[in-house]
């Protein structure tokens, strides 16, 4: 298994930079930026929170860290013109020298669409809408020259070059529901949905019967979760947090205990697990917390 950090953009640069940089030097395997920008007043935080811009974070992470797979979870593409994220992508791929994970998604997040007057289609829309920018960007980034003509892109004889590092870089998408498993089964290399072992098990034989009705190896494509983590001695503090932040999963207690809820990932077919720095504390307490937690599950899980 993988383990990978997700810093908030929600705080200082200069924490974000030290938390890649501790990462890259102490055994986690990858991070991953999320892409919005401002809270939500809930899982994301008052609207008003000042919130660094996801792609300008991964540039700048990549030509500062040396083994870190770079990750979005997930570029939006309600905002994100497949062609300019490809150009986007491929940039950061030589940058990082072949370490970045492109994650996208179909867009989710109301009050930022809302302030910035870009439209938020409704649900059938979004998804038809993303089901063909993930086309043109599969295009751009793999073949010479691409064509669309759809309804919401169109593309002609369009280029992208140089082509990225990677033979073929790896997409994430990012989605739990049957339309977009559809696209994760006939797109991904990589899927990934916030999860209980349970849920993420129950999704995943979805997926898996749309992967062989388009007679695509389900094992083709990697799967990665995460939730909420605190780390606490106290039980009872611990059950107050998951109960306060469900349905959202979260994982409260020690160490042992995040290990346990990774060995049921583990067992429903996880390969990569992020843990959100969300409240592993500040400073100094927040890097002993991630070392406290590679320290234990990289040796268990690897």
């Known amino acids: 298994m993988r383990f990978s950090i997700w810093p908030n953009l929600q705080q200082p640069w200069d924490d974000v930079a030290a938390i890649a940089h501790h990462a890259d030097t102490t055994g986690w395997d990858g991070l991953y930026l999320a892409d919005h920008f401002m809270g939500d007043a809930g899982g994301f935080g008052p609207v008003e929170t000042p919130t660094f811009e996801a792609t300008a974070g991964?540039?700048?992470l990549a030509a500062s860290t040396?083994?870190?797979?770079?990750?979005?979870?997930?570029?939006?593409?309600?905002?994100?013109?497949?062609?300019?994220?490809?150009?986007?992508?491929v940039t950061v791929?030589?940058?990082?020298?072949?370490?970045?994970?492109?994650?996208?998604?179909?867009?989710?997040?109301?009050?930022?669409?809302?302030?910035?007057?870009?439209?938020?289609?409704?649900?059938?829309?979004?998804?038809?809408?993303?089901?063909?920018?993930?086309q043109a960007l599969d295009g751009l980034l793999?073949?010479?020259?691409?064509?669309?003509?759809?309804?919401?892109?169109?593309?002609?004889d369009a280029v992208c070059?140089?082509?990225?590092?990677?033979?073929?870089?790896?997409?994430?998408?990012?989605?739990?529901?049957n339309r977009m498993l559809g696209i994760v089964a006939?797109?991904?290399?990589?899927?990934?949905?916030?999860?209980?072992?349970?849920?993420?098990?129950?999704?995943?034989?979805?997926?898996?019967?749309?992967?062989?009705?388009?007679d695509r190896d389900p094992s083709s494509i990697a799967w990665s979760t995460q939730a909420v983590v605190m780390l606490t001695d106290d039980e009872s503090a611990a059950r107050k947090f998951e109960e306060a932040l469900a349905p959202r999963p979260a994982i409260g207690g020690t160490v042992e205990r995040v290990a346990e809820v990774v060995a049921g990932w583990?067992?429903?077919?996880?390969?990569?697990?992020?843990?959100p720095d969300f409240v592993l504390g500040r400073g100094t307490k927040k890097l002993d917390a991630m070392d406290a937690l590679i320290e234990h599950l990289g040796p268990a899980f690897r």
């Open 142 to 156: 793999r073949d010479p020259i691409t064509s669309i003509d759809g309804a919401w892109y169109q593309l002609r």
């Open 266 to 275: 583990r067992d429903a077919g996880v390969e990569d697990v992020i843990i």
């Open 58 to 60: 991964i540039a700048a």
């Open 161 to 177: 070059e140089p082509k990225p590092v990677q033979a073929k870089l790896p997409l994430l998408i990012g989605g739990k529901g």
């Open 66 to 89: 040396t083994s870190l797979r770079l990750g979005t979870l997930v570029l939006s593409m309600t905002y994100r013109h497949p062609a300019v994220l490809a150009n986007w992508a």
């Open 93 to 134: 791929d030589h940058i990082s020298r072949g370490r970045l994970l492109l994650g996208v998604g179909a867009g989710w997040q109301e009050n930022e669409h809302e302030q910035y007057g870009i439209a938020l289609p409704p649900p059938k829309e979004r998804v038809d809408r993303f089901a063909e920018g993930v």
């Open 186 to 214: 006939r797109y991904a290399d990589e899927w990934n949905m916030w999860s209980t072992p349970e849920m993420i098990r129950d999704r995943g034989a979805q997926l898996n019967r749309r992967c062989e009705q388009l």
